[in-house]
């Protein structure tokens, strides 16, 4: 079974960054497709941004030029490098991950919480 192990959430002040990282547990990482999704209280999980097996990104516009996703094939990892938080992007941010044969599986979830 895929593990997706999230990190590097945390308190910060608004303007500031964070790096999250999401591990993943799985033989054929170069051929899935990742993404961050966020859910903040009293709401829906939202999309914030996917990259695909060639590296190609897309980001939801509330954060567009701000967050940046990549991966790492060698070491398993996705990363979301966060820049200029704002309040509003204070969620519990999950990483989510597809294969090309159908599965799929979901991290435990890391709390970013960006103060005014």
């Known amino acids: 079974q895929v593990q997706l192990v999230e990190s590097g959430g945390g308190l910060v002040q608004a303007g500031g960054s964070l790096r999250l990282s999401c591990a993943a547990s799985?033989?054929?990482?170069?051929?899935?497709?990742f993404s961050w999704y966020r859910q903040a209280p009293g709401k829906q999980r939202e999309l914030v941004s996917t990259?695909?097996?060639?590296?190609?990104?897309n980001y939801a516009d509330s954060v567009m030029g701000r967050f940046t996703i990549s991966r790492d094939d060698a070491k398993s990892t996705v990363y979301l490098q966060m820049n200029s938080l704002k309040p509003e992007d204070t969620a519990v941010y999950y990483c989510?991950?597809?294969?090309?044969?159908?599965?799929?599986?979901w991290g435990q979830g890391t709390q970013v919480t960006v103060s005014s």
């Open positions: 989510f991950m597809s294969s090309p044969f159908g599965a799929s599986s």
């Open positions: 799985v033989s054929t990482f170069s051929r899935n497709v």
């Open positions: 990259i695909a097996r060639g590296g190609s990104t």
